[in-house]
């Protein structure tokens, strides 16, 4: 695991999200496959009406970028010695190990 301290990087530019990305609040989510199926299949409804000048079309993707509460953070920080703005980066020691 390697560690990027925030006041060590340029890349501390405190945006974790890619340009044009908008932020729309969710309506409602509900899974549409039957809770055996492999795939969770979900009919997503979200709140376009903050989104100004968000344009989409039938087909479009939608890309979820997570996020999660800041004391949740603040104390997975503290627990790993870590900056809420430090970059973490994971690399793979195996090459050859599958995941489980």
């Not at 809770?35 to 989104?51: F, I, K, N, W």
């Amino acid at each position: 695991m390697t560690v990027t301290r925030a006041a060590d990087s340029a890349a501390s530019s405190g945006a974790c999200y890619p340009a044009g990305v908008s932020h729309v609040p969710l309506v409602s989510n509900a899974r549409l496959t039957a809770p055996s199926h492999y795939q969770d299949v979900r009919h997503v409804v979200l709140d376009t009406s903050a989104g100004a000048g968000l344009a989409y079309e039938p087909g479009d993707v939608c890309v979820v970028y997570p996020s999660n509460p800041p004391d949740a953070v603040e104390a997975m920080c503290a627990r790993l010695g870590l900056a809420p703005d430090d970059r973490i980066s994971v690399e793979q020691l195996d090459p050859g190990a599958r995941a489980g």
